[in-house]
Structure formats: C-alpha cells, structure tokens
C-alpha cells in the first residue's frame, strides 16, 4: 500500500514538474533547447520561486494555526482545569490556596521562561542543560527555529513550551496541598523550575540532550509530549515533597473528604480536552502524526477511565465520579510519551493498564507507606508517567513514527526491544534529577523562607490565613 | 397550646408542609439542621478512604398550636413523613405557656 503510494507520488510529482517544460519546449522546437536556463528561465524560475514560497507560507499558516490553539489549550489545563481539578478535591478553607497556586505559576514561570528558561531548555546543544544563548528571547521571533519546528515561527515553538513548563510545576501542588506556605511555593518552584525542569526538559527534547531520540542523544529516550519531562519529574518531586512536608494535621485519622467533586469533575474534563494540545501538538505541525497522536489520546484516556471504574466497582461494589475522572487523568498521563508513536489499539492497552495500575497506586500502596500525597500527585503522575514511559518502549510502531529513519525498528513492537532499556534509563534519570534536586530545594526553602504554615494556621485554613479572602461568601 | 417539633428527611418537607396546610395549619419555622439517631450516618469512599459522615442532613420543622389541633397535626406529619426506613426522625411535643405576636402585642392563642 504504501510503496504504491510512493510511486504513485513520484510519478505525478515527475508529470507535474514536466508540464512547464513541455509547455516551454514546443512552441520553440528547433533547435533543441540546448541551454535552457537563458531561454526558459526568467519567467519560470521566478513563478517557482513564488510558488514555494507560497507553498511554505501555506504550510507556516496552517502549522502555526493549530501550534497556536495548542499553546492555548495547554494554558487551559493549568488554569482552570488543573486549578478546578485540585481545587474540588481540598477541602473547603483551602480552595483559594490550592488554586492560586496554581495560577501564580502561571505568571511566575512566563516571567522566568522569558528570561532565562527557555535558552535553558533549547539553548545550544549541550548534553544537559542549555545556554543563555536565547536569554530574554534574544533571536526568538517569527522566523522559524529549524532544529525544532522548521514551519512554525519560533515564538510560537517558544510559547507553547511555557505552557509545559507551567503546568509541570504546578502538578507538585498536589502533594503539597493544604499545608505548604504561599511564599515558601513560589521559592520552591522558581529553584524546581531551574534546577530540575530545564536540564530535563533539555536531555529529553533539547539538540544534543543526552536522552534525545532524534537531535543526537545518547540514550535516545521516546517521549513524545512528557511523559519523563512533565509527569515522572512532578510526580516524583511530589512523593518527596509529601514526605518532607509530613502529614497534614489529622491524616489520617480526621476525614478529609474533597469538599466539591462538581469543580474537580469540570476540571478533569477540561484537562481531557487541553491535553489534545498537550500530544497532539507535541507534532508541532498540523499533520498526520498530530491525528495519529490525538486518537491515542483520547483513546488512551477512555481506556484508562474504564480501567479505574472497573477496578474499583469490583473492588468496592460500586464506580465513583471521583475514580472515572481519575482513571481518565492517569491514561492521559500514561499516553503522553506514548502519543506519537503508538496505533489506537496499543493506546487503548496503555490506558487501560494505567487506569488499574494508578488506581492501585492511591488506593493501596499509598496506605501501605502512610505518606501524604494529599491529592495524588505521585500516583498519578508519577506512577502514570512511570509505567506510560515504559510502555512506549514496548508499544512504539515506526509505522506510526520512524523517529530512527526510515525503516528503521523504534519499539518492542518493531522487534526493537532496547528500546525499553533506553526507555528505562530515560526514567531513572528522571527519578534520580527529581529525587535529588527536590530534596535539595526543599532543604534550602526550609531554612529560608520555610515551608510549611503554623498549625493555627492549617487548621483555620490557607484561604483566610494567607490570602485575606473565602472561596465561598454565600450569604454575602 | 403546644409546640411540635419534627426532624424529617429533607426528601419529605414538601409532602409534609402540604398535609400540614392542609389540616389548617398557618405558619411555621424551617430550619436545615444536621443530626443522627440511632441511624450512626454513612460511609462515603474517596479515592480508597473510607469516610463515615454521621451527622446527615435533616430538616427541622417546628409549629405552635391550639390544643384541638395538636393531635392531627401529629397524625398528619406521622403520615406524611414515613417512609418507614431508618433515618425517619422524630417528634417532640412540649407545652408553651405564652405566645405573643410582636406586631400588635396579641397574646394567647390568638396570637398564633
């Protein structure tokens, strides 16, 4: 099928580029066009001269139209989606604090982003980390970055990365909820942001990074849309955050009970809906490979939602909104390195086994080890990203995406088995950068600006404490 | 005159209101109230933590009466509140020596 394809292309690309000559040729028959670049030319050369630039100016509209809608989506999961998400799922007084959060990272990691980290992430091309190269954008504009995006303008490249580097930070918060100080967050995620997300995100996707697939990486990591980059590095930071923070007060012997599933539920939906920008724009083009990736998003989300719900009808005697919503995020978690290289089937399998995985991950072994994950961050992103980087390893098709060249086996699948040992080398980096850089920030913020409020203070709540307002006034 | 108490299940407030109405009943005073009896609440799972809500929502219902109309207002609230599960609430009947209307000082029974 496809080599007819080939040839059918190569042949109507040869009848094309014949035609103007032919049409030039006959009515000058003798003599034979010996020189015809001083005879054709002119007229011919300039109007394909036009022609490709046109034909490049067509491809940069389109390409920069979904980029843009992507970037646009992405924003959308943090706020409101991440933010409703989360917010539903704390209790009543922190419901202003947890979203906060997460919208003052929005504004916090732009400013950063802008002056330094994105030449952090995609300066130069060094191993681990990049330069100050691009600091304060310097050369980011509409000319397209062809390392990266060769049809897209790179501020569009530049801005829809922020949006990943806004939301990876802001995932941490869950496992911090209810009990970490609004100052001692925004030290603790300006130092995350530098320390652990740009040398990862650099590795990964940067030119030259040493886990990546395509720019010359040493152990060529598959990770489409970040699943190592944005999931594993969050979610383990979070398991060390809510083990260094310790317990909130009463956990776990007072209920703490999400004071509205109606927010987190909406919540979970719009991230459903963002994280289409998230994989499928991970493309970084309008193309096939986008819709290739924009099914096994979906496809991987239902899987997994259908999972969870299943585990815990069979296990508890009934399916809860709260475990649909959750096993939805745990397959779009699982999904993202995955997006761009497996089939829909292979996706639907990823899912689904994330949703069982995930959802004994917070159910069970959260309980064994008594930490206080207070929202799941680790076991939903950490462990989802975990097993859905692995699993790409497994499931990764050159069919889908021949990112070693043509022909070439990416997966398991393709009989390319290392590839889950470079798979897993990718993630132990991204445990070790995680485990190590957070255990170190959070000593510092500690003996800063300290991380975690006064007791007085958690039990009346962070709303009141920290921010002077309620999330709800409704007798006002 | 005597003052009826009721604890009903939400579910049941309109039914009741109306069988109150019905028997001739003018006024009353609603309040949302939470509680439990013998009933010891729910439990409600979350993400694989059991929590048990004890104290479930009820509605209070409380009417001042002439003595004539106190023993059908009890029979119309009886009948119209039961559902015969657990949970259904209670009654209390307690006697009132005075009740005075503040917009023209009416008191006694007239004043209800």
């Known amino acids: 099928m496809k080599r007819m394809g080939i040839v059918c292309c190569s042949v109507l690309a040869l009848v094309l580029l014949a035609v103007p000559l032919l049409a030039q040729q006959s009515p000058a028959t003798n003599p034979p066009a010996s020189a015809p670049s001083s005879q ?10 036009q022609l490709e630039q046109r034909v490049t100016a067509a491809q940069l509209s389109a ?17 409101p989606g991440l933010a409703l998400f989360y917010g539903g799922l704390v209790r009543q007084k922190n419901v202003l604090a947890i ?3 997460s919208f003052a990272l ?14 952090l992430c995609f300066g130069g091309d060094g191993h681990f980390i990049g330069n100050f190269q691009m600091a304060l954008l310097r050369g980011v504009g509409a000319i397209p970055n062809a390392d990266y995006a060769a049809t897209i303008p790179q501020s569009t490249f530049m801005v829809y990365q922020l949006m990943f580097a806004i939301i990876t930070p802001a995932l941490i ?32 996707w940067g030119k030259g990074g040493f886990l990546n697939a395509s720019l010359g990486g040493r152990f060529p990591t598959l990770d489409f849309a970040g699943g190592t980059v944005v999931h594993v590095t969050s979610g383990v930071s979070a398991l060390v955050c809510a083990l260094y923070l310790n317990k909130r007060v009463g956990y776990p012997k007072q209920p703490m009970p999400p004071h509205s599933l109606v927010l987190s539920f909406t919540g979970a939906c719009l991230l459903w809906v963002g994280w289409f920008g998230f994989n499928a724009g991970s493309a970084l083009a309008s193309n096939g490979l986008a819709s290739s990736a924009f099914v096994a998003t979906h496809f991987g989300a239902a899987a997994a939602a259908i999972g969870w719900c299943l585990a815990e009808w069979i296990k508890n005697g009934r399916p809860s909104a709260l475990g649909a919503i959750s096993g939805a995020v745990a397959g779009l978690v699982a999904i993202t390195p995955a997006a761009g290289f497996v089939a829909p089937m292979p996706a639907l399998t990823i899912g689904f086994i994330a949703g069982i995985f995930c959802f004994w991950m917070v159910t069970k072994f959260k309980g064994i080890f008594g930490y206080d994950d207070a929202l799941d961050a680790f076991g939903v992103h950490g462990a989802g990203g975990t097993i859905g980087a692995l699993l790409t390893g497994v499931f990764a098709q050159f069919a889908i995406n021949p990112i070693f060249g043509d022909g070439k086996a990416v997966g398991g699948l393709d009989g390319h088995w290392s590839q889950v040992g470079n798979q897993m080398v990718g993630v132990l980096i991204a445990w070790l950068l995680a485990l190590a850089g957070t255990m170190v920030i959070l000593k510092i913020v500690d003996v800063t600006v ?19 307002e309620e999330g709800y006034n409704l007798e006002s | 005159m005597m003052k009826i108490e009721a604890i009903i299940q939400p579910s ?30 729910h439990t409600e799972v979350y993400r694989g933590r059991e929590y048990t809500v004890d104290l479930l929502p009820k509605v209070k219902l409380e009417v001042v009466l002439p003595d004539q109309l106190v023993n059908r207002a009890v029979d119309a ?12 609430g209670k009654i209390f009947l307690s006697r009132v020596d005075e009740a005075i209307r503040i917009r023209n000082e009416e008191r006694g029974e007239s004043a209800l």
């Open chain 1, 450 to 468: 300290g991380l975690r409020v006064t007791e007085e203070q958690e039990l009346e709540g962070l709303d009141i404490t920290l921010h002077g």
């Open chain 1, 63 to 79: 390409d920069n139209a979904w980029m843009l809608v992507s970037a646009a989506l992405v924003l959308m999961m943090t706020g």
């Open chain 1, 106 to 119: 929005m504004a916090l990691i732009t400013v950063l982003w802008a002056l330094v980290g994105y030449s």
């Open chain 1, 99 to 101: 979203m906060m959060q």
């Open chain 2, 12 to 41: 049941r407030f309109e039914s009741v209101k109306e069988a109150l109405l019905e028997i001739g009943v003018e006024g009353m005073t609603v309040t949302e109230v939470r509680g439990h009896g013998r009933q010891k609440g």
């Open chain 1, 173 to 204: 918060t869950g496992a911090t909820a209810e009990r970490m100080k609004f100052s001692g967050t925004v030290l603790f995620m300006t130092l995350w942001f530098l320390v652990v997300y740009a040398p990862m995100a650099h590795m990964v």
């Open chain 1, 40 to 49: 054709v030319p002119q007229a011919v050369t300039e109007r394909l001269n």
């Open chain 2, 77 to 88: 609230i009886l009948k119209s509140a039961k559902t015969g599960k657990i949970g259904d």
